[in-house]
């Protein structure tokens, strides 16, 4: 029998039933190969769907943006614009600290006691200090405060600006790392793409060590790599 155009009206205003989930789709939840789909709040849509035994799962974006849950594995990864990374940059030195400022040398360690090219980094993308770990030897004086400073010259001029400053007046103990985290500066320790970055240590008493000894420090910045 032919369709009337009453038919032909009703089949083409026909809806699709939603197939929405209710509630967060799980494996025992659904039958094999049945499709739903999720949002919660403040997050991506999720596509669902069960099969052989499994429970499949995909995103979908609405801006471009997107997520992954776990672990991204690929065999090759290719940045074409920029992405976000942590280095870190060794500053270990021997010295007879003391009360006059220490650079904390990038390359070398044959002068720290002015902003010069062992002592600074000129920084090729936007970075921020995102800690410091600073291990002392055995000191003489394990209650003498150190004060941490983080300076820069910035792009254009030869000026030695002070960024930020962060004053350890807890008890050190021998041999044992301190961590300076972001929070700690005095102000957001940010330097912009072709800046000079020095990092200097003060020690408040010249009894903290009486003689030449092995200092360790590691910082770890959050590099806005743009290509």
């Known amino acids: 029998m032919p369709l009337t155009d009453r038919d032909l009206r009703k089949l083409i205003n026909t809806k699709q039933s939603s197939i929405e989930f209710q509630g967060k789709p799980s494996i025992n939840g659904m039958v094999d190969g049945q499709v739903a789909i999720e949002k919660k709040s403040n997050s991506q849509l999720a596509l669902y769907r069960k099969k052989y035994g499994k429970l499949w799962k995909m995103y979908m974006s609405s801006d471009g943006n997107q997520y992954v849950d776990r672990t991204l594995r690929t065999n090759t990864l290719e940045y074409t614009h920029n992405f976000v990374d942590y280095r870190t940059f060794s500053h270990n030195f021997a010295k007879d600290l003391d009360t ?47 004060v941490f400073a983080i300076k820069k010259i910035d792009d254009g001029d030869n000026t030695v600006d002070a960024l930020c400053n962060y004053t350890y007046s807890t008890t050190f103990t021998d041999y044992t790392a301190i961590t300076v985290s972001q929070s700690d500066w005095s102000a957001t320790p940010s330097i912009d793409a072709g800046d000079v970055v020095a990092i200097t240590i003060d020690a408040s008493d010249t009894g903290i060590v009486t003689s030449e000894k092995t200092f360790w420090a590691t910082s770890v910045w959050r590099v806005d790599v743009v290509i």
Do not use: Q, V
């Open 100 to 146: 006059t400022e220490t650079y904390l040398p990038w390359w070398n360690t044959s002068d720290l006691t002015s902003f010069r090219s062992a002592t600074g980094y000129l920084a090729p993308f936007n970075m921020t200090c995102h800690k410091l770990i600073f291990k002392p030897p055995d000191l003489d004086d394990n209650t003498d405060d150190i």
